[in-house]
């Protein structure tokens, strides 16, 4: 367990708490179907609290129809009308508490009259942010309140289907008498709708309900239980914000980073692609998973005879492409990911279906082959940000990984066993090229260069630890836990640059570290991010980067985290339909990790891990009913595979 002191937010069951002594101020990402918040909230020093939402319409395109077209409306408490109590002004709050957990909770004092608590949150399904606000009448004496009537509507300038309408109202106006204890409860209601649809009208208190009920369903499966409570709730939370960003477009379901820039109706072949779609398969979200089908099945669309390379992004629900950065490694990207999902789903269909897009992203970047045997691209998904030469390091390891699925994924189907074993051939010759050209002395550490050329050392020398190539791994370790880039709770992007970091590549890495057996160097490291993450500064999830972007929650980082677990620390690789490699590294102070109702593979399962002896682990696959259906003694850090686990 971690005891760190410089924690700031405080766990209490499933949720974190703060009290704030003065000025305090964050951000926090959240989401619906059909809309998306960023809670920009501060307390003054006079424990004030207030609060802007960035709120915005994913489906309500402005012109030009670009990657950020999204109407974005801005909306505060300071000009709507007061509530009154016995006839005059409800005194101000004094903030008691700051709660987070499936969306924010803020309690507040206002004298010796009332107490209230405010929930702020997007709806499941419709296109609003709500306000509830329930007070508490803690005077001694019955008191009369007034929740003054307030409608305001507010035209935009015409967008791709016409002029919007940005509605705000108070819902639950009246005059009330509450007792010494009661409580009475209203709502602040913001929607937006196209001009010429029909109003929505809100109940405050079902929205809440439901999005409680969204939160408790992705919480209760995939469960992380390790010794460490705050690893196993930043696990929850960093699922459930994945799972939110999924936005009900006219193109299908699109899951979508979000952040300042506004990243939404729109799929990218590395947020979505590579960190998220492969991570939902194991939590058994059918949204998450028909999303991730979506993104390929509008990456496919993009398939060509002359190969040329399918865009990085596809915009605007679909209708457009957006890609300013040229081949950024996007076809390893895809076909990596696309391979990883379907083996993982266990669905036969959907690897079939599939199959073409990857075997053609595969056959893309063979082109790109280089004298070197390593992969040719423009950029990296940085986009130019930092160099990366014309043949990098992520885009290598991913091809890499992705051929060796691929040949697996042939395996399971029956099909084409030719061009599996030319798959493994390239994968092997596609490893002995990653170590000779990307293998380098570089400052000082016997790791990986991040391209030709390159002289410093970068975050994303982690990317060979993260599919299994270990030579080298002790240098690369130590790189990145230097001071040379380690920063205290995260990796910088480069040595030469110590303000800029993305979080991605602290969250590969960590992944990297365990799979490769260095979990008792990882594990620290992970407590003091996972500290400063989910109760420090900035909280509760992982962010894109910084200075850009002011360190926004993409929801593609959460599942990142995730993956630190089940591809990290339990090692779990698809190896078909119905079989997957575990390699379980746990630290040498734990007993026992669990995964709980994992959904991969085509079962429900729990994974349960626990010491037996000095060099063994105990490991069980128990079914939902309890009944165990596979166990077996294994090695720490050893490979072992289970074949055809739904046929146990």
Known sequence: MNNNQNTIWKIEKSAITLTPGGKWQDHFAMSGRKVDLILEWRVDESLNFHANRRIRFPMLRTIPDNTHASLSIDASDTDLPSVSVNGQPVPEGKVAKITLKECLYITQRHGDLLISETAVFPTVSNQAVIDLITITNISGGNLKVNIPQFSRQTETAPGVSGKYLFEEAIIGAGDYLITPGETLCYGILRSARILEESPYYAEPWAELAARREFYNAIKSELVLDTPDPELNLMFDFCKFHTTESIFSTRGGLMHGPGGYSKYLAAIWANDQAEYANPFFPFLGNAIGNEAAMNSFRLFARY????????????????????????????????????????????????????????????????????????????????????PAGDANLCTATLYYDALIRTSELL???????????????????????????????????????????????????CMPLVFGIKENAEGTIAAMFSDKLWLGDGLLSASSNRDTYWDRSTLYAFRGIFFCGFADQALPKLLSYTDSRLLGMHVPYPVE?????????????????????????????????????????????????????????????????????????????????????YSAEIIPGQKHTVNNITEM
């Open 303 to 386: 398939m060509n005879d002359d190969f040329k390379p399918i865009p990085s992004s596809i915009i605007s629900e679909g209708r457009g492409f957006w890609n300013g950065a040229g081949d950024r490694g996007d076809m390893a990207m895809i076909a990596h990911g696309a391979s990883r999902f379907v083996l993982a789903s266990g669905n036969r269909s959907w690897a079939e279906e599939l199959l073409p897009l990857i075997e053609w992203s595969l056959e893309y970047c063979r082109r790109q082959k280089t004298p070197d045997g390593v992969i040719r691209s423009d950029k990296d998904e940085l986009e130019g940000r930092f």
């Open 545 to 629: 980067a910084y200075p850009e972007f002011n360190q926004s929650h993409l929801a593609a980082e959460s599942a990142l985290y995730c993956r630190i677990f089940t591809e990290g620390l339990f090692g779990i690789e698809p190896a078909g339909l119905n079989s997957f490699h575990i390699t379980v590294n746990l630290p040498s102070d734990w007993d026992y990790a669990n995964l709980r109702r994992i959904h991969a593979f085509g079962r429900v399962f729990d994974l349960e891990v626990t010491r037996s002896g000095k060099d063994r682990l105990k490991m069980i696959l128990r079914a939902p009913d309890g009944k165990i259906f």
């Open 411 to 461: 395996d399971s189907l029956g099909i084409k066993p030719d061009q599996a074993e030319k798959y493994r051939k390239e994968a092997e010759e596609m490893h002995t090229a990653i170590i000779r050209h990307f293998s380098a002395e570089v400052e000082g550490f016997q790791t990986f260069r991040y391209y030709a050329g390159n002289t410093v050392l970068r975050s994303w020398i």
